[in-house]
């Protein structure tokens, strides 16, 4: 007797779905009970929740990386892409069981959105994942990009700098100019007097003759005039060249802060990236393959529910579905009935206690109305009407 039951047990426990199975049933949006009668479509709709799993592993992701883009904290980070990651999951699920309702297609519509909106989605998230695969080109491409805006930048500074960096050289030129001028001016009194002390000069003697000496007072005079001319205009000179200096000290300080707003986020990112498909055609043609096979996972489980054969499961839904709603209907209607014969006896039992109140109350209706007219106090016969019509006469409403 203990090795039938055994025997009776055994295919019972083999035909049990594993964890899993029950995962992926659970993603594909089928009934566990009603699946496990039907042999051939288990694997059909493992097959689906696979292809649900994969769009959610990839959904979430896409998602961290982008998020990884433009956010620094890790748990933020994990938790915004396992939520986004949800999001698609939900999508999904309700997609496919929307197209299996009732154990019928739907029609294209469920399809023609979950087309449009995969489109939408690939076409976000091959960005990330096209960021991923040319990494390294485009942090290139992100370098040569800041170096161009550093120099645009710079460029722009100094044409806004260019009319008063104009001025202050100008005005350093002209000092420098009459500084040169009067130095020159004193050498050559300075060469005139040596010639004329060692008899190289005009007069020919050697020593300090009268002409010497008169140079001499030329040189010195003329020296004098340079130093004093250094002296009242080397304040000059130093504002000029400080000027000159605080600006580029300023164009330094504000290239420094716009290099540090050039970050390599994700926009910039993207930047890069339309930047190299721009000069390189063939990337162009892989960043369109990548977006492609990327709306491609997006759309797979709609088409493996779409592609794979009706089967057994949907029959076996159609006609649980069916039995249910003619069990609804048997309900309503008997339901409906019940109302129907509650109202009637309701209706029945009123009318018997009516008649009974009646019955029992006419002898106290006609004592009440022989009393009000043995008291009528000599009132005339209208008051004694409406007197006794108060209070024996019944009302028409209950």
């Not at 929740?49 to 980070?77: E, K, M, P, Q, R």
Request: with cysteine.
């Amino acid at each position: 007797m203990d090795t039938i039951k055994k025997t009776a047990e055994a295919p019972v426990k083999q035909d049990e779905p594993d964890s899993f199975s029950r995962f992926l049933w659970w993603l594909a949006t089928v009934d566990t009970d009603t699946i496990k009668e039907c042999g051939p479509e288990k694997e059909r709709y493992r097959i689906i929740g696979v292809s649900v799993l994969v769009t959610w592993l990839f959904a979430t992701l896409a998602w961290g990386y982008f998020f990884s883009t433009v956010i620094s904290d890790d748990w933020l980070i994990a938790l915004l892409s396992l939520f986004f990651g949800f999001a698609v999951l939900a999508i999904d699920r309700n997609l496919i069981a929307a197209m299996g309702k009732n154990g019928q297609r739907t029609g294209w519509l469920p399809v023609v959105f979950r087309l449009a909106l995969a489109i939408t989605i690939g076409m976000f998230l091959s960005q990330p994942i096209i960021l991923m695969l040319f990494k390294k080109d485009i942090n290139t491409q992100i370098a040569l990009n800041k170096e161009k805006k550093l120099q645009t930048y710079r460029q722009k500074l100094t044409e806004l700098n260019a009319p008063l960096v104009a001025r202050y050289q100008a005005e350093i030129t002209n000092i420098q100019k009459r500084l040169q001028a009067s130095e020159e001016q004193v050498q050559y009194y300075k060469d005139s007097y040596i010639k004329e002390t060692d008899g190289t000069g005009g007069s020919g003697k050697i020593g300090e003759a009268a002409v010497a000496r008169v140079k001499r007072n030329e040189y010195e005079k003329t020296a004098a005039g340079f130093n004093q001319l250094q002296q009242e205009l080397k304040p000059q000179l130093s504002a000029a060249q400080d000027s000159l200096r605080s600006i580029t000290t300023e164009n330094q300080r504000k290239e420094t802060e716009y290099a540090a707003t050039l970050t390599d986020g994700f926009l910039t990112q993207v930047e890069a990236l339309n930047d190299l498909i721009s000069e390189h055609p063939p990337l162009q043609t892989r960043y369109r393959l990548v977006i492609l096979i990327i709306t491609l996972i997006e759309v797979m489980p709609v088409l493996s529910k779409l592609l794979l054969p009706k089967g057994e499961y949907e029959e076996r839904i159609a006609q649980q579905t069916a039995l249910g709603m003619y069990k609804a209907e048997l309900a309503a209607e008997r339901e409906k009935a019940l109302q129907q014969h509650y109202a009637t006896s309701a209706t029945e039992a009123d009318k018997a206690s009516i008649d009974q109140f009646f019955a029992a109350s006419r002898t106290t209706k006609e004592a009440t109305g022989q009393h009000t007219i043995d008291n009528n106090h000599h009132q005339s016969y209208t008051q004694l009407w409406k007197q006794f019509k108060n209070k024996v006469f019944t009302k028409k409403e209950l």
